[in-house]
């Protein structure tokens, strides 16, 4: 094989190989080609009947090219010919190429982008499934204890999950609707726009006109109470609650409740900082806000709590009115904070919304913003509502990002772009939600499925016997990406990485549901009837 490199290169990208592959030798046309001529994993539930003895030649080269990719003959980065070289290549017609290239596209596999060509999605070689099935790529690891599964679990809690063909990874937004035309052309007509002052040293919390235009959309689509000077621009939310944390290490606290279940990345955040995440339960009701009275670590009770009222991670259930309302009290009665990270507050479907909690008290309540969900954790981009008499302790230790982002995030939302597209993404979930359950209901029916209300997951609570360990483990083998309940578990996730316990028995805290975390943000429309008859392939395995 031989790929020559060349400083070709999509526009923002790397110079990526292009290839001078014998292309006619690398993708077998033949109609029942050795190892392949289905989908890429043999173990799909429906292969043999989705392919019957002669595809479509379009499919065909499909299925070659997925192949290719997935053995790592065709490297993640490199360019494909054109469809019209590749159809003279191969002896067929173009709009043979363009169909396979659309359906790869689609899938994942391949990316394309307008006057850039088409070129390998990154991260889709599974190296040791390739390494120990040089014929059989990703398909060929089916058992349990394969390649694939065996070693699928062995990454920190808050690492992304390696990209799979079906994404039912919990919180990834559609990566296929980022707005990217949208924000490149707001950064170069800011860029363009600004004044020269507006280039040198910046606000380390944020430029006011962005702040101002926050403040004035968290008060339409949040309820939020603030002024632009209670806003702080951020990396995220990750990095809005290191900078409270800091200052509620620097202002006495030692620990601050979580929720358990909950995103641990952020436990991980809160003991770089030197304070002691604290786990508190969740029920249907949301965090057990009653415990709350009674809680100390290190000697000192606790004071300050992060929690999701919204729409709790990974439950999906809102915290109820009353709970609201005494979370709140509690804060006030004992001279501390919450902590509310609204990270997906904007996606809600049939229930009425929920406001933030912060503007039921904005002297007691900080909330965490981000871009991460509602458009993509690439641009690093968020916000941070803290109470005034915590404003001077934030300011010092913050460092803004990038002006240019912030200029461009300013005139998205001074257009109405950035509402237009969260209105987009609203009804784009919402179809695709209805048809998971749609799906759900035919592939696994009567499985409990709870937490639907809002975001972009669901939990789907497993047969009793099951182990969720074991059915993540073995959707992994069928191409499916898909979390167990447990990966989010407070107890055993450390600063230092180190992983959950895996399994009941090595559980520290409270017995929880077998129950997977099952999201939808990143799947393609056209996929979710697979990735779900897999998933129930999977818990029948499981
Ligand atoms: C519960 C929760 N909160 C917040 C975020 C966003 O974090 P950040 O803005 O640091 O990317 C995520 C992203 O995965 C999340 O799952």
């Known amino acids: 094989m031989a790929y020559s490199q060349t400083n070709s290169s999509p526009p923002g990208g790397a110079p990526r190989p292009t290839t001078s592959l014998a292309w006619e030798t690398l993708l077998d046309l033949s109609p029942a080609r050795p190892g392949g001529g289905g989908t890429a994993t043999g173990a799909t539930p429906r292969a043999s009947s989705d392919r019957p003895g002669r595809d479509p030649l379009h499919r065909r080269l499909a299925d070659a090219l997925r192949d290719a990719v997935r053995q790592g003959r065709v490297p993640p980065g490199a360019t494909l010919p054109p469809s019209r070289e590749l159809a003279t290549t191969l002896g067929v017609s173009r709009w043979a190429v363009t169909e396979a290239y659309g359906?790869?596209?689609?899938?994942?596999?391949?990316?394309?982008?307008?006057?850039?060509?088409?070129?390998?999605?990154?991260?889709?070689?599974?190296?040791?499934?390739?390494?120990?099935?040089?014929?059989?790529?990703?398909?060929?690891?089916?058992?349990?204890?394969?390649?694939?599964?065996?070693?699928?679990?062995?990454?920190?809690?808050?690492?992304?999950?390696?990209?799979?063909?079906?994404?039912?990874?919990?919180?990834?937004?559609?990566?296929?609707?980022v707005p990217r035309t949208a924000w490149v052309r707001a950064v170069r007509e800011a860029l363009a726009d600004a004044p020269d002052v507006a280039l040198g040293a910046a606000d380390p919390s944020g430029l006011p006109e962005l702040r101002g235009l926050l403040a004035g959309h968290l008060d339409r689509a949040r309820l939020v109470r603030s002024g632009a000077n209670g806003i702080l621009v951020t990396h995220g939310a990750a990095d809005g609650l290191a900078r409270l944390a800091r200052a509620l290490r620097g202002a006495g606290h030692v620990g601050v409740a979580?929720?358990?279940?909950?995103?641990?990345?952020?436990?991980?955040?809160?003991?770089?900082?030197?304070?002691?995440?604290?786990?508190?339960?969740?029920?249907?009701?949301?965090?057990?806000?009653?415990?709350?009275?009674?809680?100390?670590?290190g000697g000192a009770p606790v004071r300050a709590a992060l929690l999701t009222p919204a729409h709790q991670f990974p439950t999906g259930v809102?915290?109820?009115?009353?709970?609201?309302?005494?979370?709140?009290?509690?804060?006030?009665?004992?001279?501390?904070?919450?902590?509310?990270?609204?990270?997906?507050?904007?996606?809600?479907?049939?229930?009425?919304?929920?406001?933030?909690?912060q503007g039921l008290d904005p002297d007691r309540v900080a909330l965490l913003g981000s871009l991460s969900k509602t458009v993509s954790p690439a641009l690093g981009l968020g916000w941070l509502v803290a109470p005034a008499a915590w404003l001077d302790r934030l300011a010092p230790v913050a460092s803004a990002p990038s002006t240019v982002d912030q200029l461009a995030l300013a005139r998205l939302l001074a257009s109405g772009a950035y509402e237009r597209h969260l209105r987009a993404a609203r009804a784009r979930y919402r179809r695709r939600r209805t048809a998971l359950l749609d799906a759900l209901a035919v592939h696994l029916p009567g499985?409990?499925?709870?937490?639907?209300?809002?975001?972009?997951?669901?939990?789907?609570?497993?047969?009793?016997?099951?182990?969720?360990?074991d059915v993540a483990r073995a959707a992994t083998a069928l191409d499916v990406t898909v979390a167990p309940v447990s990966r989010y578990r407070a107890a055993g996730a450390t600063s230092s990485g180190r992983e959950a316990p895996h399994g009941p028995e090595d559980q520290v805290g409270p017995r929880e549901p077998e129950a997977l975390v099952v999201g939808y943000g990143n799947l393609a429309d056209a996929r979710v009837d697979e990735a779900v008859a897999r998933l129930a392939a999977a818990v029948h395995q499981g």
């Open 103 to 177: 359906e790869l596209v689609a899938e994942g596999v391949l990316e394309s982008r307008t006057g850039a060509g088409t070129w390998v999605a990154a991260g889709l070689v599974e190296p040791r499934a390739a390494a120990t099935h040089p014929g059989g790529g990703a398909g060929a690891t089916t058992s349990r204890g394969s390649a694939a599964g065996a070693g699928a679990d062995r990454r920190p809690p808050w690492a992304p999950p390696p990209r799979r063909r079906f994404d039912l990874a919990a919180g990834v937004p559609d990566l296929r609707h």
């Open 258 to 297: 979580v929720e358990d279940p909950g995103w641990v990345r952020l436990h991980g955040v809160l003991r770089g900082a030197g304070l002691e995440p604290v786990p508190v339960p969740v029920d249907e009701d949301g965090l057990d806000v009653d415990r709350l009275a009674s809680l100390r670590t």
């Open 318 to 357: 809102a915290l109820s009115p009353a709970r609201r309302e005494r979370v709140v009290a509690w804060a006030r009665d004992v001279d501390g904070l919450v902590v509310e990270d609204d990270y997906d507050a904007e996606f809600r479907y049939d229930r009425r919304a929920v406001a933030a909690l």
């Open 447 to 469: 499985l409990p499925v709870t937490g639907l209300a809002a975001g972009m997951h669901v939990l789907l609570e497993l047969p009793p016997g099951s182990r969720a360990d």
